[in-house]
C-alpha cells in the first residue's frame, strides 16, 4: 500500500514534466536551427585585401561577411575600412587563450593597462591599426598576459626608457602610454616612469566623468541596453544614438539612458554621443563607435485560417489598431515604478510557443509580419500577472489584438497584453509585482489560447524576454 503511493507521488511529476518538454518542443527546435554561437570580430580592411582574403583568414563564408555588411556582390571593400566579420566559436584565430569585450569608454590601450598585457601585444593579435579607437562591442583576443610581478616607480637612468622597459620584461610602449610620454625612446635621466603592477587601474574616463557603461555592451536588434554615467559635479545628459536624442534620467551626479533598438536596425558600427552638461553650465562631450549586431531571430511560417487571414491582410485597419497601441505606449516620464535591479516575473505560468522579433511568414507568403512580442501559452483560464509594478495606461476590445490590458512601469517602459479572456483592471489603476491583471484567452485574431506579451519603450518594441533574464537599473 505504502509502495503504491509512493509509486504515485513519483509518477505525478514526471508525467507534469512530459507536458512542459513537449510543449516546449518545437521552440527548441526552431533554435536548433540558429547557426551554431557566433562572435563578431572587427576587422580593419588592409591594403588590396578582398573579401576573399578576408573570407579565408577567418574560415567565414564571403556571403556571410557580405550579409553582415549589407554587402553586394561585386562591392569592393576600401583600405582601412571596417568590416564585421562573424567567427564561429571555437574558431577564433591565434590560438586565442580567451577573449572579452571592449565595454563604453574602453579602447585597445586602455583594456591593455587594465589586464596588465603590452599594448603592443593586444594590438597584434586583434589586428589593430589604431589601438586608441575602440569600438564597444567589438569582441577582443586576448593574449597570454606575460610573467611579471613588477609593481611601484622605478627611476630612469642615464639609459633610455626602453632599456629599462626591457629589462623589466615590459613594452617600453606600454610605459610610455601610462605615463603620457610622447616616445619611450627619449627620457630624461632621473625622470619617475611609473611601471604596471600593483597600482591601481588607471581610470577609463577622464573628468568631468567618473564612469560610463553600456549594459550589456554588445547591442542587438530587438534588445534594451541602459547607458549609465556618473559624473564629478551635477548636471544633465543627451544621449544621442541612431540620429536619435534618448531621454535621460539625472539624479544629480547619476545618470540612466534606455537605449531600445528596433528589430530592424541595420547591424553596423554607429558613433554614441554623450553631452553632459554641468548646473554650472560648462559642458563635455564623449564620443565612441557601439557595434550593433544582427539578432538572429528566425522565421516561423503559420498556416492560419482563410478569414483570419483576411482581417490580418486589411492593412487599414491593422495599421489604424497599431496607430492606437503605439500611441499609447510611447510618452517619457521620469518616475520608475519598477524595483531597481530587480528581475521581472514572467506574466503567466505558461510556455514560450512563439519568441520575440521572429519573422512570420503566414499561408505561404501571402503575409510577412514581424513577431512584436513574445507569446507564452497556457490553458484558458491561466491567470496573467503584472511582471513588475506600474499603472493601467488603457483596456480595450480590439479587433485583432482581442481584449487588451496596457501597463506603464515608467522612464518610457509600457507592456501590452493581448488576446485576454477577462480583464481584472480598470485604467489609472496601479499595480505591483505578481498582482493578478487578466485571465488568458483567446479573443481577436488568435488560434489558440496564450497571452501575447509586448514590452515597448518609447514606442519601439523590443523583447520582453530579455528584461526577465537581465536586472535593469
Ligand atoms: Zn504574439
Known amino acids: 500500500m505504502s509502495s503504491r503511493w ?3 507521488s513519483f509518477l505525478i511529476p514526471v508525467s507534469l514534466l512530459l507536458i512542459v518538454v ?37 574560415q567565414t563564408p564571403a556571403a556571410t561577411i557580405m550579409q553582415a555588411n549589407s554587402l553586394n556582390r561585386g562591392d569592393a571593400v576600401r583600405t ?8 564561429a566559436v571555437g574558431q577564433l584565430p591565434y590560438g586565442t587563450i580567451e577573449q572579452t569585450t571592449l565595454g563604453l569608454a574602453q579602447s585597445l ?30 569582441a577582443v583576443d586576448v593574449p597570454p598576459r606575460p610573467q611579471t610581478t613588477l609593481g611601484g616607480d622605478i627611476t630612469a637612468q642615464a639609459a633610455p626608457l626602453w632599456r629599462e622597459a626591457f629589462r623589466s620584461n615590459l613594452s617600453p610602449y606600454t ?26 587601474a588607471r581610470p577609463l574616463v577622464r573628468e568631468p566623468w567618473t564612469g560610463l557603461t553600456l549594459s550589456p555592451p554588445v547591442l542587438e536588434q530587438g534588445r534594451s541596453t541602459v547607458l549609465q554615467a556618473t559624473t564629478n559635479r551635477p548636471g544633465t545628459l543627451t544621449v544621442t544614438f541612431l540620429d536619435t536624442v ?12 534606455l537605449i531600445p533598438l528596433g528589430r530592424y536596425t541595420e547591424p553596423g558600427i554607429y558613433p554614441l554621443t554623450v553631452v553632459f552638461t554641468a548646473d554650472d553650465g560648462t559642458s563635455s562631450t564623449f564620443e565612441q563607435p557601439v557595434i550593433v549586431y544582427d539578432g538572429r531571430y528566425a522565421v516561423e511560417r503559420l498556416f492560419i485560417p482563410e478569414d483570419i487571414a483576411a482581417v490580418l491582410s486589411d492593412e487599414a485597419l491593422v495599421e ?7 500611441g499609447l505606449m510611447t510618452t517619457f516620464s521620469e518616475e520608475q515604478y519598477w524595483e531597481p535591479g530587480a528581475y521581472w516575473l514572467l506574466p503567466s505560468p505558461a510556455v514560450l510557443t512563439s519568441a520575440y522579433g521572429v519573422t512570420r511568414d503566414y499561408n505561404d507568403g501571402r503575409l510577412t509580419q514581424f513577431h512584436t512580442g513574445t507569446d ?47 480583464i481584472l483592471v480598470e485604467p489609472n489603476q496601479s499595480v505591483t509585482a505578481g498582482e493578478q491583471i487578466g485571465i488568458m484567452g483567446n479573443t481577436g485574431l488568435s488560434t489558440a489560447a496564450h497571452v501575447h506579451w509586448e514590452l515597448r519603450i518609447l514606442g519601439v518594441p523590443v523583447d520582453p524576454m530579455q528584461w526577465v533574464r537581465q536586472p535593469f537599473p
Open 320 to 326: 489604424q489598431e497599431l496607430a492606437y497601441v503605439r
Open 80 to 87: 582601412g575600412q571596417r568590416i564585421l566579420v562573424p567567427v
Open 109 to 138: 590601450d586602455e583594456l591593455a593597462l587594465v589586464l596588465g598585457i603590452p599594448l603592443l601585444d593586444l594590438a597584434r593579435h586583434n589586428g589593430a591599426v589604431n589601438p586608441t579607437a575602440g569600438v564597444t562591442g567589438q
Open 22 to 58: 513537449s510543449a516546449l518542443g518545437p521552440h527548441r527546435s526552431a533554435e536548433a536551427q540558429q547557426p551554431e554561437p557566433m562572435r563578431v570580430i572587427v576587422h580593419i580592411v588592409r591594403a588590396g585585401e578582398t573579401v576573399d582574403d578576408i573570407s579565408a583568414q577567418y
Open 246 to 257: 534618448w531621454p535621460s534620467y539625472s539624479d544629480g551626479t547619476t545618470h540612466t539612458a
Open 175 to 200: 610605459l610610455a602610454l601610462d605615463n603620457a610620454l610622447s616616445d619611450p625612446f627619449r627620457t630624461v635621466p632621473g625622470q619617475i616612469v611609473r611601471v604596471p603592477g600593483d597600482q591601481p
Open 376 to 422: 507564452l501559452g497556457a490553458r484558458a483560464g491561466t491567470p496573467i500577472y503584472a511582471p513588475v509594478s506600474g499603472v493601467v495606461v488603457a483596456t480595450a476590445d480590439l479587433q485583432v489584438r482581442g481584449l487588451s490590458t496596457i501597463l506603464y512601469h515608467g522612464r518610457g517602459v509600457f507592456t501590452g497584453y493581448w488576446h485576454q479572456q477577462a
Open 6 to 8: 509512493a509509486m504515485r
